[in-house]
């Protein structure tokens, strides 16, 4: 069964880099077809799609975010990170990372402040 985990720093600082790993267990994320995304969800709206990357290392993002996000993988390690740059409070969220859309991580909260 596969888990995923997210680790990161629960504090960051406006105008920094916000960089999320998610650390998966129980498959491969090189296995074929699957997607590994970052979803987050500020407390009291919606669930926000952030972006994916591939069983290829193919990148996905949100058009909303482009412009300050990347996806990297480490497939020695089974992982993938999320950095999203130039961070403000309206960034503050909890972080999950899922495969495709059925497993989830338990997420993770990010708090961007002063």
């Known amino acids: 069964q596969v888990q995923l985990q997210e680790s990161g720093p629960g504090l960051v600082k406006p105008s920094q880099t916000l960089s999320l790993t998610c650390t998966v267990s129980?498959?491969?994320?090189?296995?074929?077809?699957?997607?590994w995304s970052w979803f987050r969800q500020p407390q009291g709206k919606l669930l926000e799609w952030v972006g994916a990357i591939s069983y290829i290392g193919s990148t996905f993002y949100s058009p909303s975010l482009n412009s300050r996000t990347s996806i990297s993988r480490d497939t020695s390690k089974n992982q993938f990170t999320l950095h999203l740059s130039s961070v403000t409070p309206e960034d503050t969220a909890m972080y999950y990372c899922?495969?495709?859309?059925?497993?989830w991580g338990q997420g993770t909260q990010v708090t961007v402040s002063s």
């Open positions: 899922v495969r495709g859309y059925s497993a």
């Open positions: 129980g498959a491969s994320i090189t296995t074929n077809f699957h997607y």
